[in-house]
Structures are given as C-alpha cells and as structure tokens.
C-alpha cells in the first residue's frame, strides 16, 4: 500500500499540507467538508502536488517538513512538479 504526502490549494490560494493512505478519497473528504479544520472554511480544494511513500512514517515526516515551507516555497514545489 502506498502513502502520500500531499499539498492541497484552497479556494483562498492558501495551501494545506497532510498525508494519506488514500489521495483520491482524502481529496473528496476534504471537499465534502469532512477534512481538516483549515480546509472547512476554505472549500473547494484541488490537488495541487503530492509525493509517494513506501511507509506510513515516511509520508508523516514529509508532511511535517511541507508544513514547515513558506507558501512561496510551496508554490515552487508545486510549479516545479508541474511542469
């Protein structure tokens, strides 16, 4: 089974960074409302970059470290994987 760090844009164009077992149905929790707290009030979100882990472990570390990015920082992550 894969894990997944994952960046998510906001209606807002703010950022919210998590992890996930499953990226398809963590997106659709967040959009029916049912996510994280942030992205309650800033729907819709759209997957805006993601990386793929062999651990569970691995994907909470990345995220922590995405958490800790500025949003430009993010941005170029995400203009980056973009292209």
Known sequence: MSNYAYILECADGSYYCGWTNDLEKRVKTHNEGKGGKYTRARLPVRLAYF?????????????????????????????????
């Open 51 to 83: 990386e793929e882990f062999e651990t569970k472990e691995q994907a909470m570390s990345r995220e922590w470290h995405l958490k800790r990015l500025s949003h430009s920082r993010k941005q170029s992550l995400i203009m980056k994987k973009s292209i």
